[in-house]
């Protein structure tokens, strides 16, 4: 399967500190998205990298692929509280645009 | 900014009966999805849609889901009898265009069977 599996499972930090979530998948890929959704509510798009695509940025949020490891992680720099919420990586293959979404990492930002 | 609206929000309903979640998507995207969400699990593919039909369904879709798009700007869900383990999240997305383009979620109905 293509599953994708997040690590940590959960993570806690302080307001200011950043916040690194890993996304790991097991077959090729197209793309990769993350999205963020907060508790019971919908998903929020945050960024898409391609397979030929290493690293990307968009304001406070940097997302790196590395498609030799099947990896991808996410970074949240100078966290604030409202960054409380799940995250959550999405990959599609070749050929089919279904996303296949991983475990998902909980965010706790303390103010 | 456009977005993907869903409703009803919340749906409560008895085992056995007919829901129709609907949809309507962002107005010139051309591709249309459905997935689910079960409380404190994975997000998951039920079915693409496009131009009119559908173009891959998982598993989960069986012959007690259909999928319709009744006119020219809603997209909808049909649980034709209701299971208890049907009881989930389900989100609606659309993309202006398929192969791996982002795909926008609309922010989902929840649905309770009892």
């Known amino acids: 399967s293509q599953q994708g599996e997040e690590d940590p499972q959960a993570l806690s930090i302080q307001e200011g500190e950043n916040a690194t979530m890993n996304c790991s998948y097991k077959?090729?890929?197209?793309?990769l998205q993350w999205y963020r959704q907060n508790s019971g509510r919908g998903l929020v798009h945050l960024i898409l990298?391609?397979?030929?695509?290493r690293e990307k940025h968009s304001g406070r949020l940097r997302v790196t692929l590395d498609t030799s490891k099947k990896s991808s992680s996410l970074l949240i720099t100078a966290s604030r509280a409202a960054d409380t919420a799940s995250y959550f990586c999405a990959t599609d293959a070749k050929n089919t645009d279904k996303l296949i979404f991983g475990t998902g990492t909980r965010l706790q930002v303390f103010p | 900014e456009p977005e993907v609206t869903q409703t009803p929000s919340h749906q409560v309903t008895q085992m056995g009966q007919e829901v129709i979640l609907r949809c309507v998507p962002i107005s010139n995207h051309l591709y249309f999805y459905w997935y689910r969400q079960i409380l404190g699990q994975k997000v998951e593919f039920l079915v693409s849609f496009y131009n009119n039909e559908i173009s891959e369904k998982s598993e989960i879709f069986d012959d007690q889901f259909s999928v319709e798009r009744p006119d020219g700007s809603n997209f909808t869900l049909k649980i034709r009898s209701t299971k208890l383990e049907d009881s989930a999240m389900y989100f609606c997305?659309?993309?202006?265009?398929?192969?791996?383009?982002?795909?926008?979620f609309g922010p989902g109905t929840r649905l309770l069977v009892l």
């Open positions: 997305a659309s993309t202006l265009a398929g192969g791996g383009e982002t795909q926008y």
């Open positions: 990298i391609r397979s030929n695509e």
């Open positions: 077959t090729s890929i197209n793309n």
